[in-house]
């Protein structure tokens, strides 16, 4: 491993401008890293329960086509399914018997959207298409463990990762996951959950942009929907505040034009209905969040199997990385760890490991050098323990 530790430019945190975004729960592009990871986790629980060992897959190819609906005070109809299009690579045969790939996908998604889009009709308002495909032999043979008993990688990729989270990201993800949160249906039940946050901070003031689609069959009129949005409002504020100290303002369905009545009216809580499509990838990193001011990579972690891909494995390693610098090494005020593999060797072995650090006022790299290789090594050694993270939900990716 080359590892090269380094002093990183000022965080965004303390920078004049920082801009952050979150995709929530119900938008599709969420929608479709939720499912494939899905369909990821029951595969794998699948191959262990049945061979004792988890089998090579990556099913992180997923489409969301909307469908068509017409909303309406009171409540509309969905007059066109959701499509769902799966894709990806698994194992269909293995020791002479049959793995039901198909079936196992079609219940994965089914079961997540039952669980989580609660107004959605998954029978008859989703149609799913399995089209996973067996991988290639030589893919294949890269999950089998290498000389020294470890995965070998099976891409050349790199993975990203940073803390401590800013303000401004903490708040972005409080007041997504404030208005999705059970209890806040509970009490404003036409809240749906395709929420969008789009925070932008100046100096020491944050503005929200929150889209919000709005459930028409708890919309009786337009005077409903303006009470809906400005609690969609009320409830954002309340998480951000007590999630910073600066201030913030919020802005909830910006391009209503409630004289002409157009709005942000929905069926089903969610854009994926009639206004918009979805991909794996296209949405929030492994953080969470979508970090322009931060390194990132366009790697789709969701639905890559959680044993050799480093498209996985190593974003989420780089951000326990720089958590555990930050938290272990003294004097660290900011860390980012980008992880570099090489296709078939060691994943416990990056090409590159490169670390940037803010230190307090008098420090030198030299200084911590040495406690932060330990913690990167660390790191690294304990790669296996993530897939047993990821598959019981320790470690979540959406």
Not at 52 to 60: Q, Y
Not at 110 to 120: K, P
């Amino acid at each position: 491993m080359d590892l090269v530790v380094r002093v990183a430019a000022t965080p965004p945190g303390a920078q004049e401008i920082e801009v952050v975004e979150r995709k929530g729960l119900g938008h599709p592009d969420t929608i479709c890293d939720a499912l494939a990871e899905q369909i990821c986790v029951r595969l794998c629980r699948h191959y262990r329960e049945r061979f004792g060992t988890i089998l090579h897959h990556n099913v992180d190819k997923l489409l969301l086509c909307a469908g068509a609906a017409r909303p309406g005070f009171g409540g509309g109809e969905v007059t066109a399914p959701i499509e769902l299009y799966l894709g990806g690579r698994a194992t269909s045969e293995y020791r002479g018997e049959v793995i039901p790939v198909a079936e196992l996908a079609i219940e994965a998604c089914q079961d997540w959207l039952r669980a989580n889009l609660r107004t959605l009709d998954v029978e008859r308002g989703v149609q799913i298409v399995p089209r996973i495909r067996p991988g290639s032999r030589e893919l294949a043979g890269l999950l089998g463990r290498g000389e020294r008993g470890v995965a070998r990688a099976n891409d050349t990729s790199c993975g990203a990762g940073f803390a401590p989270p800013t303000d401004l990201e903490r708040v972005v993800l409080a007041v997504e996951r404030a208005l999705n949160h059970a209890d806040t249906k509970a009490r404003y039940p036409a809240i749906g959950t395709d929420v969008k946050v789009m925070g932008v901070r100046r100096c020491a003031h944050i503005e929200l942009s929150i889209a919000c689609a709005m459930i028409d069959r708890f919309v009786p009129s337009l005077d409903d929907y303006v009470r809906a949005t400005a609690a969609a409002r009320d409830v954002a504020l309340e998480a951000a505040r007590q999630t910073t100290g600066l201030e913030v303002g919020a802005v909830v369905n910006a391009a209503d034009d409630l004289a002409r009545g157009d709005i942000y009216l929905t069926v089903t809580g969610t854009s994926a209905e009639a206004g918009d499509d979805g991909e794996v990838g296209r949405g929030n990193r492994v953080s969470g969040l979508i970090t322009p001011y931060r390194p990132m990579t366009l790697e789709a972690a969701a639905g890559k199997n959680p044993v050799n891909h480093v498209g996985k494995l190593y974003n989420v390693a780089a951000a326990r990385m720089a958590a555990e610098i930050v938290e272990r090494v003294p004097d660290v005020l900011d860390a980012t760890c980008v992880l570099v593999s090489r296709i078939g060797h060691p994943i416990d072995d990056p090409q590159l490991a490169d670390v940037g650090l803010v230190l307090e006022r008098g420090r030198r790299v030299d200084d911590v050098r040495a406690a932060v290789h330990a913690v990167v090594t660390d790191e690294l050694a304990r790669l296996p323990e993530l897939c047993d993270g990821l598959l019981a939900g320790r470690i979540t990716i959406v």
